[in-house]
């Protein structure tokens, strides 16, 4: 075999295996879809992902049944069917005029993220900013006590040991604990804390934090009365009372969210407190049985009055102000008004000729609330008083935004703007 034979014969084997022939060949026919079949195949596949998502739906509908079971209700669904009869803005502009609620003399009222929230006996109701009712729970608790921040509302049973977190849209938590709870505070940050004890057992503050894990438990001797956290969540107070000597002592301890040693603290002979607050610019105020008092971070007492205990009808503090309702004499139905700033101080001091219910301040103006009339005394004493009279009685008086009122009743609450 000559060598260009050989040559040639590799050359057409290796052409060969690469697919390549010196012949022509015409190139291989592909199949075609006619009109009728290319119709076909696009149904099947549209058939194909319509069974797709109708079973992606079943299993959305289902996940979302039982995970909501708490929220399907009957008003809930009457107000969504509402809501999709109004538009966006029309609901948006929609003024607060009546809220509607459960009756129950025990409700507990406070202002949630510009709309309001309502806790009785057996019922939690969350309303919207525009009078919407974004949603409700069914409970059982035999003393209804309502604590709200700017992240969260808590809600729990004076006395037993239920308690619940909720938010604007549902609830965020259901949980009982070992020993019956006395008290509770929370914070915009969303860390709040719980203060129990039993007949047969100290005192102690669950400390939880804003992911609702209690990272903290402060057991006390001492029978704690009220605690409070920072806005910012970076320290909490404990307040505690014993007797000392035969004298009442009360006892303030400032601490660390999550800290094993405590910080600053303090005493106050010849005292029994019953609330503490914070203070918007860091300070804290104590409400005892016969006076006011507001300290500094390190315990320094910065103001202080005193009141007579046997006149005192009501109390009412927060973080910017605190306000006293007394007596203003024994021999009829006058009321004295007392209204301190943060810093402690006096800025009203006056009596009303009737009985009053509520009273509340803003920094702004003073308003007042008796049995038929809601009456508001601007920060200008040049200005006259505003009256707005009322046909129906009602107990809470809250202040909104835009000097508007919420007057809330056993049963429904309406918003008023004097003029």
């Avoid at 690469?18 to 290319?38: F, M, N």
Wanted: glycine share 6%; charged share 20%; hydrophobic share 40%.
């Amino acid at each position: 075999m000559s060598r260009k034979w050989r040559f040639d014969v590799l050359w057409r084997a290796l052409r060969l295996r690469r697919g390549v022939s010196d012949e022509k060949q015409a190139p291989p026919i592909r199949e075609v879809l006619t009109d009728e079949g290319y119709y076909r195949e696009i149904s099947l596949r549209y058939g194909t992902a319509q069974i797709v998502c109708i079973m992606l739906l079943a299993v959305f509908v289902a996940v979302s049944l039982v995970t909501n079971t708490e929220l399907l209700s009957a008003n809930n669904l009457i107000y969504f069917a509402k809501d999709l009869t109004r538009s966006i803005a029309m609901r948006e502009t929609e003024a607060r005029d009546t809220l509607v609620y459960s009756a129950d003399s025990d409700n507990q009222f406070a202002l949630y993220r510009d709309g309001l929230a309502t806790l009785g006996k057996n019922k939690l109701t969350v309303f919207t900013a525009t009078g919407r009712e974004a949603h409700s729970h069914l409970l059982s608790y035999a003393t209804p006590r309502l604590v709200t921040s700017g992240r969260y509302l808590l809600a729990y049973n004076l006395g037993g040991r239920e308690f619940g977190l909720y938010n604007s849209f549902t609830s965020v938590k259901q949980a009982t604990v070992s020993q019956n709870i006395r008290g509770a505070a929370m914070c915009n940050k969303g860390y709040y804390c719980l203060i129990t004890d039993g007949e047969a057992s100290e005192s102690q503050v669950l400390l939880y934090n804003d992911s609702h894990r209690m990272i903290s438990r402060y057991s006390l001797q001492e029978y704690t009365v009220c605690a409070d956290i920072r806005d910012d969540g970076k320290e909490m107070a404990i307040v505690s009372v014993s007797a000392q000597n035969g004298r009442m002592v009360t006892h303030v301890a400032l601490v660390t969210p999550g800290a094993t040693e405590w910080g600053a603290s303090w005493t106050i002979p010849d005292v029994y407190a019953v609330q503490c607050h914070y203070t918007s610019d860091g300070n804290l105020l104590l409400l005892s049985t016969n006076a006011v008092y507001w300290f500094d971070a390190s315990g320094q007492m910065l103001q202080t009055h005193a009141f007579s205990p046997d006149d005192v009808l009501s109390f009412r503090a927060d973080g910017e102000s605190c306000l006293l309702l007394s007596r203003a004499n024994a021999y009829d139905n006058s009321t004295r008004v007392e209204a301190f700033d943060k810093a402690g101080n006096r800025v009203y001091n006056m009596t009303v000729e009737e009985a009053v219910l509520d009273a509340a301040w803003d920094g702004g103006a003073l308003a007042v609330l008796t049995r038929d009339r809601l009456t508001v005394y601007p920060a200008d004493s040049a200005q006259d008083s505003v009256s707005v009279s009322l046909k129906e009685g009602y107990r809470t008086l809250l202040i909104c935004e835009n000097n508007e009122f919420m007057l809330c009743g056993d049963a429904k609450a309406i918003t008023v703007q004097p003029n």
